[in-house]
């Protein structure tokens, strides 16, 4: 029912499995207590933060199959540089191709205003990024 988070859930073999976050169904329950969000919602996520990981990167895994059958193409994974170097390590051992942007697509000048979505300027310059990983790879 309502009592588990929404994004719990994957798609395997064309059917959705529910996937249970380690204490999900607290952070549900207490979601609305000040005290629960400021003191263990905090200590919950640091003890998640491999679970959720984890996820992320059989989730991409999935993808790249899909990618690689449905398109006989290959994925290639554009990296924020705010992600943590784990993330960035696994994502290399499961041989995704990856591209790591440079810390200079955090500064406000790459982002909108108010927002910290990547501006055109920031969509511009990656798209280059990507044209030209693409080229150098053939």
Known sequence: GCYLDN????????KLKQVYEPFGIFKVIFKKSYIFNN?????????NRNFHEQYLINSVLQIKNI??????AELIVIVWPDVTKQIIENLKETNINTITLDKKFENKEYKIKNDGHPNQKANEEIAQ???DYINNKS
């Not at 994004?7 to 064309?14: R, S, T």
């Not at 990618?67 to 006989?72: F, H, I, P």
């Open 7 to 14: 994004d719990n859930y994957i798609l395997v073999d064309g």
């Open 39 to 47: 003191t263990f919602l905090n200590l919950i996520d640091t003890k």
């Open 67 to 72: 990618v690689k059958q449905k398109y006989d």
């Open 129 to 131: 990024i990507l044209f």
